[in-house]
């Protein structure tokens, strides 16, 4: 097996490891785009696990990321990465450790705005490290949920245009991206309060929240309409799904979906696009 499908597999095992919930989806894409959006995920994933990090210090934080963000501007160099993390290599999990391997396998063609909209989450993630977080207005947290989540839209409409020309709604998709950041962030809502943290605009309340990932979602399901692509349409569809799902089970009192439901949701889906 050569270098490059081997570090290919080592990033599904990767991804497996560290989002079920993206690896659910990612199996209905061609080979093509599996590798290409796994890489992709597993980039923004590297970054995510520094701002996220609850012992790195913020002026670590800051400067790792805004570090990496100039980085991935030019060439990426993989010895000075290397050397940017070794302080910090016993903190960092092994998915941001090997962010060059990342790099490395997805195809030369779309790389550029893969590294582009890495970029800028890092750069946006750092501004929000030094802001502590603090989320005061609307206005605050569509740019906190842009830069975590929106890019992650963008970057996928990206790939989808480079691949067969599929094409989506620039705003739509950051739509997209924000819906599933909302309600993640309302599944974790008990749970951030317990550690200080709270991603809520002043003067809002849990009904707010719910109203915000609502309206995220509905146009997440306008995102997904002009989608011709059966795969691609599918890998939009499960989050979705499963996200609309969650909400209607926080509303209900529910923590989580069960696994059983999870996989239902998927099998209907299925069904419905007709995919094996």
């Not at 002026?59 to 790792?64: C, E, R």
């Not at 750069?123 to 569509?142: N, P, Y």
């Not at 795969?231 to 529910?254: D, E, N, W, Y």
Request: glycine fraction near 4%.
């Amino acid at each position: 097996m050569s270098k490059v499908a081997n570090l290919q597999k080592e990033s599904m095992v990767m991804l497996k490891e560290t989002s079920r919930t993206f690896f659910i989806p990612i199996n209905f894409l061609e080979p093509t785009l599996k590798k290409t959006v796994a890489s992709a995920y597993l980039c923004m994933r590297a970054i995510d696990e520094i701002e996220d990090h609850p012992e790195l210090e913020d002026a670590a934080k800051q400067k790792l990321l805004l570090e990496i963000s100039r980085m991935l501007q030019t060439t990426f160099d993989r010895t000075a990465y290397e050397a940017l993390i070794k302080p910090y290599l016993h903190l960092l999990p092994p998915v941001t450790q090997r962010l060059a391997d990342w790099i490395s396998v997805c195809p030369a063609e779309i790389v550029g705005k893969v590294k582009e909209s890495t970029s800028e989450m890092a750069g946006g993630m750092a501004k929000w490290v030094e802001k502590k977080f603090s989320i005061e207005t609307r206005e605050d947290l569509d740019d906190y949920t842009y830069y975590v989540a929106g890019l992650v839209g963008t970057m996928l409409s990206d790939i989808w245009k480079w691949y067969d020309n599929t094409e989506t709604d620039p705003d739509l998709a950051i739509g997209f991206g924000r819906g599933l950041q909302a309600v993640n962030m309302l599944r974790n809502f008990d749970e951030d309060l317990e550690r200080g943290v709270s991603f809520v605009p002043k003067g809002w309340n849990r009904d707010d929240m719910f109203q915000y990932a609502n309206e995220h979602l509905a146009q997440a399901d306008l995102y997904v309409k002009p989608i011709r692509n059966k795969r691609i349409l599918m890998f939009c569809k499960v989050p979705l799904a499963l996200a609309h799902s969650t909400l209607k089970a926080l509303k209900s009192g529910k923590e989580k979906m069960t696994r059983k439901e999870v996989e239902g949701i998927v099998e209907q889906l299925k069904e419905q696009e007709q995919i094996n």
